[in-house]
């Protein structure tokens, strides 16, 4: 019998590979049309406006730049640190992020010309005392990690003597700041002036240092006829004023005078709790959607592979035990983050096969939920007496039957409260799969706060509806146990 559950196993895992690796066959079969990630909280480069679509400089010139080279994108809204390693793991083609071109960067990745020049500033709150940089000593400074205006501020750390804290988004970096919880931050220019015109509670009090030039990038040696189509549209787009036309929109006096008076004009409807709901409500409902979805299949997937595992972990075979043992151990071992990127990003590139943000989510949650599932299921058929199973192999029950009919319906009503807290934890860890970019309700959170700075009312929102799902889910898994405790 514990030929079948090894087959079943090996059928399953052989299941989610083929399933992670195909995932993307209708990409790469998909002419002309490139993976592109980039940021998701850092305007005016790259946003989410009001009706939660992304905008800004970075992806008007590159949809600019693909229509007129006649070829397509699909962009990915991961943030700078997930698009940059999902590139190098293959996972994308490119990255447009307002990312600065560094030596360090030109080692890895090879740059298009130059689409706009840039320095690093200081930032602090608007009532803060500090505004140069010998204040800064025994002090501490917030940074986004990865960034070349991060970079600049490690330099400077040494000789100023001030301490860094490093934030995943530009939005806890400057709250960090407005708190108090930080004297200042280092941004770029361009980002931290359009955040200041548009409402954010922060001054700059340094010239622009180091100035640079962002760049489209794609790995070293690889896609050079998406870098050739880029420069080649740059450079067309310069010529026909179209790409002056752009930047003014989001950088010129008018345009960012527009957008402030239009903040003014709705701050007070549109960041009440009330107007923020209304507001980002169907951002919001799709959030919710995915992390439902995730949810569920992760739970039904985790369920069987758990199952399977807690059956192996009992059979009478040494190895099957052995082998279902290390694979409880290992899985339930590795934290969650680093298997979602391990899994999304160190796959591939060991493969060369993309696997998708929402395939690698599902294969994490699975592995990582099944291995604590095993754990109980183990231990459930463990608890039941084993004079029990003893007694059924006496009167000639194979093991698979007495296991079937005597110990699994015993086992089960113990096993039952376990189920229940491992599906609401694994409605809880669908939050962690941000980190890899995809749009659940965490991530949606982060894309409508990089919009409003509202990262309190937001964050409420957020947890209520977690709350709300969490209860929901309860009352139904306490309802079955009822049942199943009534039934003989």
């Not at 941004?187 to 015109?197: L, R």
């Not at 003893?390 to 039957?401: D, H, P, T």
């Amino acid at each position: 019998m514990h030929k079948k559950y090894l087959s079943v196993f090996l059928f399953f895992v052989s299941l989610l590979v083929f399933l992670g690796l195909n995932s993307n066959s209708s990409v790469n079969a998909a002419e002309k049309t490139y993976q592109i990630g980039t940021d998701v909280t850092y305007p005016p480069f790259e946003f989410a406006n009001s009706n939660n679509k992304y905008i800004g400089i970075d992806l008007e010139l590159l949809n600019a730049i693909a229509k007129i080279e006649n070829f397509k994108v699909n962009i990915k809204p991961v943030g700078f640190n997930a698009a940059v390693q999902a590139m190098q793991s293959g996972q994308l083609d490119g990255v447009i992020a307002g990312m600065a071109i560094t030596p360090e960067r030109q080692e890895k990745f090879d740059f298009s010309d130059p689409y706009y020049k840039t320095g690093f500033v200081m930032a602090v709150a608007k009532n803060s005392s500090v505004h140069r940089l010998t204040q800064l000593r025994g002090k501490r400074v917030a940074l986004k990690t990865g960034t070349a205006a991060a970079a600049y501020a490690e330099t400077l750390k040494s000789k100023y003597g001030f301490k860094t804290v490093i934030f995943d988004d530009s939005d806890n970096m400057y709250n960090d700041v407005i708190t108090g919880n930080s004297v200042a931050c280092f941004e770029d220019q361009p980002v931290m002036q359009y955040a200041i015109k548009t409402g954010l509670s922060l001054k700059i009090v340094t010239k622009p240092a180091q100035g640079g030039h962002y760049g489209f990038a794609v790995m070293k040696g690889k896609n050079q006829e998406l870098l050739a189509k880029f420069n080649s549209g740059l450079k067309k787009l310069k010529a026909n004023g179209e790409y002056t036309k752009i930047i003014h929109n989001y950088l010129g006096t008018a345009a960012t005078n527009k957008r402030q008076a239009a903040n003014a004009a709705t701050q007070k409807a549109n960041h009440t709790f009330s107007g923020l709901l209304r507001q980002n409500k169907d951002a919001l409902l799709a959030g919710l959607s995915k992390t439902i979805i995730l949810t569920l299949i992760s739970i039904v997937c985790a369920t069987i592979l758990g199952i399977i595992l807690g059956l192996l972990g009992v059979v009478p075979n040494t190895f099957l035990r052995g082998l279902a043992a290390s694979l409880i151990y290992l899985f339930r071992g590795l934290p969650l983050l680093v298997l979602a990127l391990f899994i999304y990003n160190g796959l591939p590139s060991l493969t060369g096969t993309k696997i998708s943000a929402f395939m690698a989510g599902i294969i994490t949650l699975s592995l990582n939920e099944g291995a604590y599932t095993a754990a109980f299921v183990k231990g459930g058929i463990e608890a039941v007496e084993t004079g029990q199973m003893e007694a059924a192999r006496s009167l000639g029950l194979s093991f698979s039957k007495a296991m079937r009919k005597i110990i699994l319906p015993q086992g089960l009503k113990m096993m039952i409260p376990s189920f229940i807290n491992q599906f609401i934890i694994t409605l809880k860890d669908t939050s962690i799969l941000s980190i890899i970019g995809l749009l659940e309700l965490t991530q949606t959170g982060k894309i409508i706060i990089a919009r409003n700075l509202e990262g309190f009312r937001i964050w409420t929102i957020i947890a209520i509806i977690y709350l709300l799902l969490i209860t929901v889910l309860t009352w139904l898994s306490k309802l079955v146990e009822r049942k199943l405790s009534q039934t003989k």
